[in-house]
């Protein structure tokens, strides 16, 4: 069946540092992935997606490439700011189950001044 | 305007007692979803609903009880509330069922706390 990976945390950085948050997935066909951000406190929030092998989603410094022949869907970002102290998911989607979404466990991550 | 909304934010109740939560969103979705998170983050799905239609009912105890009134809420029952049950219950919605490159739209989550 459909599944996904995450690297396990905690992870704590300091500001600016790089960040590589490593998820890969299993899936029967040809499925749409995802990052979510969810703040203390907070809902998950869409932080990027790529819905196609070789796509490359972003947004707020934060970049993800599908890469089908690793099954992968890694999160960089260059440099991190104590605001993206967050919880982070790796999640596909796929049509062939009805556009169920399968999450990863969740990376905290927390950046110290 | 709050796009998917949930009430109430925190619920403290005895084991044993019937509890709900309220859905509704105001994105003209059409399916909707119940998620537990447990205390490591963990979230899995319990239920969705497409157009007020049971869709996804995965393995979770008959206490739990969706109704979708309409396609715009979801209302999650709970009956003889266990400790177990303690978690944050989200809600959340996407456009429509059967396309892999719609998102969720999550609610800010009902924490349940049972004593």
């Known amino acids: 069946g459909d599944s996904v990976t995450q690297m396990e945390g905690p992870v704590t950085l300091s500001e600016e540092a790089f960040l590589t948050i490593n998820c890969t997935y299993t899936?029967?066909?040809?499925?749409?992935l995802f990052w979510y951000v969810q703040y203390p406190g907070e809902g998950l929030q869409l932080l990027l997606k790529?819905?196609?092998?070789?796509d490359k989603g972003s947004n707020k410094g934060f970049e993800a490439t599908y890469r089908k022949e690793t099954t992968s869907f890694h999160l960089e970002k260059g440099s991190v700011q104590v605001s993206d102290s967050a919880v982070y998911f790796c999640?596909?989607?796929?049509?062939?189950?009805?556009?169920?979404?399968?999450f990863g466990t969740g990376t905290s991550l927390t950046v110290i001044p | 305007d709050t796009a998917v909304s949930q009430t109430p934010k925190y619920l403290v109740t005895q084991m044993g007692n019937d509890k709900s939560i309220k859905c509704e969103q105001n994105?003209?979705?059409?399916?909707m979803y119940w998620y537990k998170q447990d205390s490591k983050k963990f979230l899995k799905i319990m239920f969705s609903?497409?157009?007020?239609?049971?869709?996804i009912n995965e393995t979770v105890p008959n206490r739990f009880s969706p109704k979708s009134p309409d396609k715009a809420h979801l209302n999650l029952h709970i009956n003889s509330l266990e400790l177990g049950d303690s978690a944050v219950y989200f809600c959340?919605?996407?456009?429509?069922?059967?396309?892999?490159?719609?998102?969720?739209?999550f609610g800010e989550g009902s924490r349940l706390t049972v004593l």
């Open positions: 959340a919605s996407s456009l429509y069922y059967g396309s892999n490159t719609g998102e969720l739209f």
């Open positions: 899936a029967t066909g040809y499925p749409s």
């Open positions: 790529a819905t196609k092998a070789d």
């Open positions: 999640a596909l989607s796929e049509s062939n189950t009805g556009n169920q979404f399968y």
């Open positions: 994105l003209g979705h059409d399916t």
């Open positions: 609903y497409n157009n007020k239609e049971l869709i």
